[in-house]
């Protein structure tokens, strides 16, 4: 009995000192810059300002749970690591093209998409860039959320000079720390939502760079454009703490066409509220892929993506936040086959191989299903 006992003190005194040492690994890790800097001094007291900061923290338009009625996180848990859940992940390489950015026409309006939500856009001589991710990984431990093959064939290197970095909220598979310390040399002005700034600021960007707005707002872009920002139905943050920055989808207004930047969103009614008062939408790019019946109020499933089209009154829409990484327990082409079905012809579809140049002055333009018969 006495043998027993102290088999089992030794073996909870190393447990208990393994869960220290974890304990203290784990807040060393987190004071590394990439996990970024809550907002503080002026910048906080402008955002406790706004009408959708309550409590504390910024609030949705509706109730948005962080897990659907019914799931927990223990159980999305066992079924992530105790079920199978095959082809999460291509094993072929994506088909895709390296189109020469640096040398683009300076009198073409294109859009490029790097895979996920990330892509650039040339419009009237202004180059934008949407949430960049160029690190390979898509969370802030190395290595654990890697992009597929063919997905990762642009650098930072391959992109011109940046006149507006676009970003729709902080977390790690839209704000990506390393591809935003190497673009510092590249990028004229930011745009964010209220509070992101703080990163940036943090990570070496000056102020004067950061233009940081509440749901609502305008920025002036120039040669007759308008970046308008508008609400979405998500959250943020880069630690334990939650909603402490404000994430944002935008309408991009030019002189001849509408675009909508959605981010990332779960369905709600202020889709069909800013097509009612931007639409009709020239070009809707919307999340669509690494959702979940679970997170459902979060992240859009490929059947509100179309409704979402519909309410924007989009006349093409673009579906993202897909093929480049695992978040989802879906198969990877999954979003991309729901959509199409659902959709059915109804709204036509851009839907581009990595890096293949999108035309935005034609409306005509087809693209094959590039996914059809990749393993």
């Known amino acids: ?34 996990f970024g800097q809550v907002p503080s001094g002026k910048r906080l007291e402008r955002l406790q300002q706004s009408p ?18 019914g799931y927990s996180m223990l159980g999305i848990m066992f079924d992530m690591f105790f079920k199978d859940h095959p082809r999460r992940k291509p094993i072929d390489s994506l088909p895709s093209v390296k ?12 859009l490029v998409w790097f895979g996920h939500s990330s892509y650039f856009m040339q419009i009237k001589g202004k180059r934008f860039l949407v949430d960049p991710v160029f690190s390979g990984n898509a969370s802030p431990v190395p290595g654990t959320t890697k992009a597929f093959k063919g997905a990762d064939i642009y650098s930072v290197a391959d992109l011109p000079k940046i006149d507006f970095l676009v970003i729709s909220h902080d ?23 209220l509070g992101v700034g703080e990163h940036f600021e943090y990570w070496g960007y000056k102020a004067d760079q950061l233009i940081e707005k509440d749901w609502h707002e305008k920025v002036d872009l120039g040669n007759g454009m308008i970046l308008n920002t508008v609400p979405g139905r998500h959250f943020s943050g880069r630690s334990f703490k939650r909603n402490n920055t404000l994430w944002t989808s935008y309408v991009l207004e030019t002189p001849k066409a509408k675009i909508f930047i959605g981010g990332d969103s779960g369905y709600d009614t202020h889709f069909a509220e ?17 959702y979940n019946v679970a997170w459902q109020a979060i992240h859009t499933l490929p059947q509100e993506t179309v409704q979402a089209a519909k309410d924007l009154k989009a006349k093409r829409f673009f579906p993202v ?11 990877w082409d999954e979003p991309l086959n729901e959509v199409t079905r659902i959709n059915n012809g109804q709204i036509p579809m851009v839907t ?3 890096g293949e140049v999108v035309n935005l002055n034609d409306d005509q333009q087809v693209f094959k299903q590039w996914w059809k018969g990749v393993k």
């Open 171 to 193: 977390h790690y598979d839209h704000l990506d720390y390393e591809t935003i310390i190497e673009l510092k040399g590249k990028v004229d002005k930011v745009v964010c939502g």
């Open 1 to 34: 009995m006495k043998k027993t006992l102290k088999i089992f003190k030794y073996t909870m005194i190393i447990l208990l000192s393994l869960a220290l040492i974890l304990a203290i690994a784990t807040y060393f890790y987190m004071r590394s810059p990439k």
């Open 274 to 290: 800013i097509g009612n008062k931007f639409g009709p939408i020239d070009l809707a790019i919307l999340e669509n892929g690494q």
């Open 99 to 110: 189109t020469d950015l640096l040398n683009l026409p300076t009198d073409s309006n294109v």
């Open 52 to 69: 959708n900061y309550k409590d504390g923290k910024f609030q949705n338009i509706s109730f948005t749970p962080d897990l659907t009625k």
């Open 321 to 331: 936040h897909s093929s480049k990484f695992t978040l989802g327990m879906h198969q």
């Open 352 to 354: 581009p191989m990595i």
